[in-house]
């Protein structure tokens, strides 16, 4: 992997692809099995175009059919005007299935050349991606794509990543874009909720965490992340934080989201991250790499939870019940293996208050007017 941000080559990504290599390269990827087999957003447009040109027949085919009963060349022009719009909505769908595909092998070629010229290997899709972070194992159709992944200093990967929550009309996709980011050691659970990508409602997060393990740190970082840490962590958070690397993060990531959980660092962002823009790509590599080279110190962590002491036998004169025995050496301290205790590998959920009252006004707001509150209340006004 380059340098992040460092004369990394974008060339790739607005380099013309010919589109027979393109076709070549997203068929190799699918008899390796890299990539999946079918189109599934080719499946859901032509399914669709299926379903319309249903309709269209048996709204307006049962009509046309009564009129070829009462003859009339009308009728028998009025009969070509349902074959017409199902042979349009055939042939507009098989365009478009076609310049999707046609997009979509240009940018795995792209992405993928982008990564190999920056020491780099690009995958198409990963299936529910086994991530320990806050965006994954949510909701259903999981999925991590156009992922271009770097080993070097250490390993690095940017994705973007999608799923699904509810059924029906309530069904929402939601999308994010994500870099994780492998550490040395695990470290305790630790939230930075940008406070400039929050919503009307607070937090874009898709969790909302108990205020009371939020931790106020020193200068301006309070106005630009929200830091939370789990309880009795608060030494932990301020020693893995300190100014220089509260600097970093305010100057290159103020406007994305900072999860450290387990042995991974990730970064969110509710947008794509691995794109065919340039200049994402500088953005991105310049965040990861004012990072990396402070992220060395994080592994000198220790959690004091899990500090044991071996001790060596101490016979005293004592104890002993031997005459003029001399007390034995101190217990000797070994330090914490590498690890979290229990309270410290995840934080607390909260509840989402601000939004519940917000909703909550406005639906009591909706039964006092259709229960006639308003005019119970005017009346009293003129009283």
């Known amino acids: 992997m380059s340098t992040p941000g460092v004369g990394f080559d974008a060339r790739p990504l607005i380099e013309p692809v010919d589109p027979a290599a393109a076709r070549a390269f997203s068929k190799a990827l699918r008899a390796q099995g890299r990539a999946p087999s079918s189109n599934a957003a080719g499946v859901v447009i032509a399914v669709g175009a299926v379903i319309v040109a249903v309709f269209v027949f048996l709204s307006a085919g049962a009509g046309v059919i009564v009129s070829l009963l009462d003859g009339g060349a009308a009728a028998a022009g009025a009969a070509v005007v349902p074959g017409l719009i199902i042979v349009g909505i055939i042939g507009l769908t098989t365009f478009l299935v076609i310049f999707g595909n046609r997009r979509r092998n240009e940018r795995w070629v792209k992405l993928d050349r982008f990564a190999r010229a920056n020491g780099m290997t690009f995958v198409p899709t990963i299936a529910d991606p086994r991530l320990p972070g806050m965006i994954f194992n949510r909701g259903s159709s999981r999925e991590s794509s156009d992922i271009v992944r770097g080993a070097q200093p250490r ?3 940017f994705a973007n990543y999608r799923y699904t929550t509810g059924s029906g009309k ?20 630790i939230i930075l909720d940008a406070v400039g990508n929050n919503g009307l409602f607070g937090s874009n997060l898709p969790t909302i965490y108990d205020r009371d393990q939020r931790l106020s740190l020193e ?9 939370f840490c789990p309880a009795g962590y608060e030494r932990d958070a301020l020693y893995l934080f300190t100014p220089d690397i509260m600097a970093r993060f305010i100057d290159n990531a103020a406007q994305l989201d900072v999860e450290i959980v387990d042995n991974w660092l990730f970064l969110y962002a509710k947008r794509d991250v691995s794109t065919l823009d340039p200049a994402t790509w500088g953005w991105m590599f310049t965040v990861v790499a004012a990072l990396l080279d402070k992220l060395a110190q994080w592994a000198r962590w220790r959690d004091d939870h899990l500090a044991a002491t071996t001790t060596a036998p101490v016979q005293d004169s004592v104890a002993s019940g031997i005459p ?17 205790a229990v309270p410290g590998r995840r934080l607390k959920s909260g509840v989402p208050w601000v939004a519940i009252i917000i909703f909550g006004g406005f639906g009591l707001l909706w039964l006092f007017s259709v229960f006639g509150g308003w005019g119970f209340f005017l009346s009293l006004l003129s009283r």
């Open 155 to 157: 390993f690095v990967e």
């Open 170 to 189: 309530n069904r929402t996709t939601h999308v994010w874009g994500y870099v994780a980011v492998k550490l040395d050691v695990p470290l305790p659970h």
């Open 219 to 227: 200068g301006d970082f309070d106005r630009y992340f929200s830091l």
């Open 324 to 340: 003029g025995a001399q007390p034995g050496p101190p217990p000797a301290l070994t330090p914490p293996p590498p690890g979290v």
